[in-house]
């Protein structure tokens, strides 16, 4: 993905004040302690956010004779997904499970509700964690408290969401069995790589693309053995934590979570840093990334190439679908469109395969000494 690269924030279309209402009776509903409830203005988050609707907002209740004021996030479905199997009742299972691991700060979750005449679509609601996300736009590499902090502060930021990442794959894969795909069989890895086969074919619609053909049947014939079955984040990214004081305050975002297995996670989060390593002292390189990760674990990272030409497969394939909603919804022109399909990450495929580049040469890859 090239470092100019503008993802589009989900766009809000509908009457906050009326959400308002419909919420305050639904907290209402589920939170029965709560004496004089009240739900101050909706909002919206800003720098982030591509798949899901957000509602932001604060509520304040008596109880025991003080009053307590808490925010909320409200996390929306969507008519228009960019994922194929878009379901936000397994995001809130994930906030379920994982509230009570220790060493994992996740929000708190509140409820779920599968009605969609309730607020348009089904949603569920968790507790708010008040502090700083890295934005996607502009990229934190560009402008935001990351890019303004000092080489020290960055470094504490990184070394710690590195930690968490640690924590999180050290999570029994028992308790997040409900993301097994049995219908797609094998491991958990497996399951993955045919989900996105399937994804694929569903985002691309009619077109055809020699290197995604190409990158496919590499990925299947090198299938890594044993294939894992345990715990993938998905979206690994510091831009999906909340950091205080540049420590970790939460781990958001279950979009794509799956038991592909931890080295899923180290080769998205090397893919979606962008080079951050280069342009910001402090943040840590790929190969600095895998040392501190294999400390913490007190595993051996095993095949981190073939994890890096799935995430550029994931990637491609998702850009696919995106770029369709952007030329639909307008927001980009044919040309840029057809230019879109030809380079960043699907050229990143190329690439680490050694296939011909399908378009002009607009990226380039890590390189790690050790992997």
Known sequence: MPRDYVAPLKQHHRDFEAARRVLLEWMAARLPQ??????????????????????????????????????????????DPLWMDHDVSRQYQMYQVLADVPGLPIPQPVGYEADPGVLGTPFFVAQRIEGQVPPDRPHFTKDGFVAQATPRQRRDMWEDAVRHLARLHRVDSGRVRFLERPELGGSGLEQELRHFRNYFDWARGKREDETMERGWEWLEANLPAPAPTSLSWGDARIGNMIF???????????????????????????????????????????????ELWEAETGWQVQNLHWHRVFTAFRLAAVMFKLHAQMHAQGLEGKATYELALKTGSIEQLAILLGLPLPGPSTTRVARLLRH
């Not at 899901?52 to 025991?64: V, Y």
Request: no cysteine; glycine share 12%.
């Open 34 to 79: 709560a004496g004089e409830l009240r739900i101050g203005p909706i909002q919206t988050p800003t720098g982030t956010g591509v798949a899901n609707e957000t509602l932001l907002f604060d509520a304040s209740w008596a109880e025991g004779g003080t009053r307590v004021d808490t925010g909320f996030a409200a996390r929306l479905g969507t008519t």
């Open 244 to 290: 205080h004081d540049f420590r970790v305050r939460a781990i958001l975002d279950w979009d794509q979570v799956s038991l592909a297995g931890p080295e899923a996670d180290l080769a998205w989060w090397i893919q979606m840093d962008r080079f951050a390593w280069e342009l910001l002292p402090g943040i840590g390189s790929p190969d600095e990334l895998i």
